[in-house]
């Protein structure tokens, strides 16, 4: 019996296989074996679990934030008892080594945890009214049924910032996580059935995400979507819930510069970027992903990080020292070799990589990849590569990379390494992004704000500003004469 006959679509408390009977295949992206099949949802599914949201929302608005919080204290406990498993299937899905699949298991009970506090600290206002005898009341309510939608990278975290922010404000919610790595949310509905989470509340649904999306959003028990993904998908669904008016927060593709300084250290900081830039095999929203630096110390820099990606263990993630999987498809490995072939036509230097390792003849494998004196028009500069290849440039002038760093769309995270407090922080102030790291690359934790701006999205998640995005304002003027 494998995982998947276990579970399926979560509805209205109970997992079942599709009406239709129809299935999809979840493949090991480290040798393309099958893993196991999980149910496509259709129509009568969909409908099933709307009804269910719509069934159990009131309940769940009146429930006290003080007994919210219990049930989601309680989900983050199974959740950490569950760990080992858990990490074990997340990485047969995506190809992640087991230490990252590990961590992020982690950072996912973080979120039940910190949403624990937060279901209880959901508190508006009050002004005086310019007359004496006026109040002026300003609270907070659910803002009702969610639908949600996540990616394959990160396939616990991605969805547990959307699930645990949503049942701590009182929403009920409906999630498609990712086709390709179901596991983790499987997980973490039955941890949070068995915390005691009222049937309804919380429904997961798997399938064709185009067609789950569009039926879900054009439905009026849904109140407020919530996505992360990619631009592309972004727009089309920002465009279905425009239809509805519904409210929306997305956390879309980025393309982060790193901007590295001459007062900072090459070698140190070389290897800590391309530790950076190759966890999860570049499969990261808010990973490095451009590197811009100091004409003076590129030389040891781009060495430091050509010595890391050299030195990596290539391998299957639940094996013993790996430290490098395989991308999570075919498709986005094909797309990097394209983008490296790209740059390399335009004159960039290959330092470390550059193709298919040739011990790995099955599965989405790539080496990874340094590329130096990369020119400014390499399709690799603006297109976000999402894989483990690292484009180095370099500069002399400040307002020059800052003019380079701030000519993408993309607006999610970046980074500045300086010796100089005034240096990093006229950098911090002048990029156009929602987050930036100085001397550090380790941006997301549950007690953050994490979102971007301009083509990356709208809206947070996580921190004290995560709730608010499954919350709306209401405002009662009282007069007591």
């Known amino acids: 019996m494998t995982l998947y006959d276990r579970y399926g679509l979560f509805i209205g408390g109970d ?22 099949r999980i149910p496509r949802a259709g129509t009568e599914d969909l409908d099933r679990a709307l009804a269910a949201l719509a069934c159990s929302a009131p309940e769940w608005r009146a429930t006290p934030g003080w007994t919210r919080s219990a049930i989601l204290r309680e989900t983050a406990r199974l959740m950490a008892a569950r760990a080992e498993q858990a990490a074990r299937d997340m990485s047969e899905e995506t190809g992640k080594p087991l230490a990252e699949a590990k961590g992020e298991w982690q950072a996912a009970v973080d979120q039940f945890d910190w949403y624990a506090d937060e279901a209880r600290r959901i508190w508006g206002h009050t002004l005086a009214g310019r007359e004496a005898d006026v109040t ?6 659910p803002v009702g049924p969610v639908a949600a939608f996540t990616a394959w990278n990160f396939p616990a975290l991605l969805p547990a910032r959307k699930v645990a922010a949503a049942l701590a404000a009182g929403c009920p919610i409906v999630i498609k996580p990712s086709e390709e790595a179901p596991s983790s949310m499987f997980h973490i509905a039955g941890c949070a059935a ?11 649904v798997t399938g064709d995400p185009a067609e789950i999306s569009a039926h879900l959003i054009a439905s009026p028990v849904i109140r407020k979507v919530s996505l992360t993904g990619s631009v592309p998908v972004g727009r089309l669904l920002a465009e279905q819930s425009a239809r509805g008016l519904k409210k929306v927060s997305m956390e879309l593709g980025g ?7 001459p007062d900072a250290d090459p070698d140190a900081v070389g290897e800590i970027c391309a530790k950076t830039k190759f966890r999860n095999a570049g499969q990261v929203c808010i990973s490095p992903s451009r590197f811009y630096v100091h004409e003076d110390i590129y030389a040891p820099f781009s060495e430091a990080m050509a010595r890391v990606a050299r030195a990596a263990r290539i391998g299957r993630g639940l094996d013993d020292g ?4 395989p991308m999570a498809n075919a498709r986005g490995r094909d797309r ?15 330092l470390a990589g550059g193709g298919v390792p040739k011990a790995h003849n099955r599965g989405f494998y790539i080496e990874p990849t340094v590329l130096g004196r990369v020119p400014e028009d390499a399709r690799i500069m603006t297109e976000e590569p999402f894989g483990p290849v690292a484009p180095i440039s370099t500069f002399r002038d400040f307002d020059e990379v800052m003019a380079r760093a701030n000519d993408v769309p993309f607006g999610l995270a970046s980074y500045v390494f300086s010796g100089s407090l005034p240096t ?3 950098a911090a102030a002048a990029l156009e992004t929602g987050m930036v790291g100085v001397n550090d690359m380790l941006l997301a934790a549950a007690e953050v704000p994490f ?9 947070r998640e996580g921190g004290q500003l995560g709730i608010l995005e499954y919350l709306e304002p209401k405002y009662v003027k009282y007069r007591y004469s």
């Open 15 to 36: 997992w079942q296989p599709a009406v239709a009977g129809a299935e999809l295949d979840v493949i090991d992206p480290a040798t393309e074996d099958r893993i196991g």
């Open 136 to 141: 002026l009341d300003v609270r907070y309510e």
């Open 194 to 204: 068995e915390a005691g989470l009222p049937a309804g509340v919380l429904n997961v």
């Open 255 to 261: 393309h982060a510069p790193v901007l590295v300084f």
């Open 322 to 325: 790996v430290d490098f999987g």
């Open 336 to 350: 990097v070799l394209e983008l490296i072939g790209d740059a390399q036509d335009r004159g960039a230097e290959l």
């Open 424 to 426: 990093a922080n006229r």
């Open 451 to 459: 979102g971007g701006i301009k083509d990356s999205g709208m809206g």
